[in-house]
């Protein structure tokens, strides 16, 4: 005679823990992968703060190239023709 399994087919609470330790592991996961860029959010989103304008003053030529790029930027956003 067999005896039924604690844990039936569908494994549900292997499925139960293998879920929750995904949920636990992927915000540090992504959290450690961010961190090896080197880049803050305003850096990376080129939202204008005080890191990013020190690294883009530090270049030369990086204020007509930051100039450049918020003038593509707002040619995408609001739909403006490219000349």
Known sequence: MR????DPYP????NLILS????I???VIMMSQNGKTGKTGAERTG????PARR?????????AEFA?????TSRICCGGSEK
Not at 11 to 14: D, K, M
Not at 55 to 63: F, N, Q, V
Not at 68 to 72: I, P, T
């Open 47 to 50: 939202l204008r703060g005080e």
């Open 20 to 23: 929750l330790l995904a949920a």
């Open 68 to 72: 450049r790029d918020q003038m593509a």
């Open 55 to 63: 690294i883009r003053d530090s270049r030369p030529g990086a204020e």
């Open 3 to 6: 005896r039924a399994a604690w």
């Open 11 to 14: 494994f549900i609470l292997l």
């Open 25 to 27: 592991q992927a915000p």
